[in-house]
Nanobody
Framework: QVQLVESGGGSVQAGGSLRLSCAAS????????MGWFRRAPGKQREFVAA?????????YYTGPVKGRFTISRDNTRNTVYLQMNSLKPEDTAVYYC??????????????????WGQGTQVTVSS
């Protein structure tokens, strides 16, 4: 059974930084694309960032976070990270880690991610 456990959320002022971590178990981690999604109050879940399964670790970002957020992975620790800099109030949301449903899948569509963490709250005040 796949388990994803996020950590690192919290409250910061605008312009601050946070680093989210997601520890995975129950899957051959290096073979799976990993992603971060978020759900802001009153809004639908949206894609934030993804990193591919390949050794090259190709990365993908939604437009509003490009240049501010960085996704990375450590296949030796079965962990994916999301470094968030220059945070804005509009980044306030519950952030979810997700693993693709199929190995060697490369994409960013939420329905193609079959395993999800419990979420971690990020609150950015102005």
């Amino acid at each position: 059974q796949v388990q994803l456990v996020e950590s690192g959320g919290g409250s910061v002022q605008a312009g601050g930084s946070l680093r989210l971590s997601c520890a995975a178990s129950g899957l051959p981690f290096s073979a799976y694309t990993m992603g971060w999604f978020r759900r802001a109050p009153g809004k639908q879940r949206e894609f934030v960032a993804a990193i591919s399964w390949s050794d090259r670790g190709n990365t993908y970002y939604t437009g509003p976070v490009k240049g501010r957020f960085t996704i990375s992975r450590d296949n030796t620790r079965n962990t994916v990270y999301l470094q968030m800099n220059s945070l804005k109030p509009e980044d306030t949301a519950v952030y979810y880690c997700a693993a693709a449903s199929s190995p060697q899948y490369t994409g960013t569509m939420a329905p193609d991610f079959g395993s999800w963490g419990q979420g971690t709250q990020v609150t950015v005040s102005s």
